[in-house]
């Protein structure tokens, strides 16, 4: 009797797991299904996709043909060309923007490019240059875009006639060279707002000195304005005020002080002596 209610207890234990695993596929079937299908389709993608990337890279179709430029200045198509390598009938599939743009960057005059694909067969480089906007010495001869960057040395080809900034230090630039951009980037803005005015042509600028953080303007015909800090607005106002007096009478200034800390409202004139005793003759 004991034999015959184990093998009885054996065959409802078979057929709790034949009900189990039928339960489990009911269950878990079609999810483990849709996770088979999805992992064939993906491989067949993959394959599909490598395919035809090896096409691609092998066909005529995607060889450039043009090239196209634009924002050159100073910089050349030729030598943007050169130092890329972007050569007709590379595959544009091949072709590897960053790496483009990097080498296209290290043109002196060249701030910023973007290289784009334009499939089936042409490329376009969109460039921006630096605006030089004064000249700088750092032992060498730099020259300034407007954010108070020396992006290159000067070379005899440049043909710039730029104001000249002076009192910068080039141990000071290597140490703190943020801190330095900024206070010329600063003496820029100084020089814009100025050269927005109704100037001559001898009250062009031809300097901008720097003594910590006052700014000196400085004219190609020799005049001297001493800004100080701060208030540009105020004070150009003043110096064409003053200018506009001082032409009236007949008058004019070596040196003109914007610069009273103690008196902001005041300006300070130191006129120019007359051309008889500039050159030691006097009038009868």
Do not use: C
Request: glycine share 8%; no cysteine.
């Amino acid at each position: 009797m004991a034999f015959g209610k184990s093998k009885n207890r054996r065959r409802v234990d078979t057929a709790q797991q034949k009900e189990a695993v039928k339960g489990a596929v009911r269950t878990h079937g079609p999810s483990v299904l849709k996770g088979l299908l999805a992992a064939v389709l993906t491989a067949g993608l993959v394959w599909g996709g490598l395919e035809l990337r090896a096409w691609a890279l092998a066909s005529p179709r995607f060889q450039l043909q043009e090239v196209n430029f634009t924002g050159l200045n100073r910089a050349s198509r030729a030598e943007l060309v050169k130092l890329s390598g972007l050569a007709l009938g590379q595959n544009l599939f091949a072709l590897e923007v960053p790496v483009l743009e990097k080498a296209m960057l290290q043109h002196p005059w060249v701030h910023s490019v973007q290289v784009t694909r334009h499939f089936p067969a042409s490329v376009s480089v969109e460039v921006v240059e630096h605006t030089p906007e004064a000249l700088v010495v750092l032992g060498d001869l730099y020259v300034l875009n407007g954010e108070g960057e020396p992006f290159k040395r000067v070379t005899p080809g440049d043909g710039l006639d730029l104001p000249l900034v002076t009192g910068v230090v080039r141990e000071d630039y290597v140490k703190e060279p943020a801190a330095v951009r900024e206070r010329l980037k600063a003496a820029l803005e100084v020089a814009r707002s100025y050269s927005a005015l109704k100037i001559g042509r001898h009250e062009r600028l031809s300097e901008l000195r720097l003594d910590g953080a006052s700014l000196a303007l400085v004219t190609v015909g020799g005049q001297e304005v001493l800004m100080g800090e701060g208030n540009t607005e105020a004070k150009l106002s003043k110096l064409t005020r003053v200018r506009r007096e001082l032409s009236a009478k007949g008058l004019a200034a070596d040196v003109i002080h914007l610069d009273n800390r103690a008196r902001p409202g005041w300006v300070a004139v130191k006129l120019s002596s007359p051309v008889s005793e500039r050159n030691g003759s006097s009038t009868q």
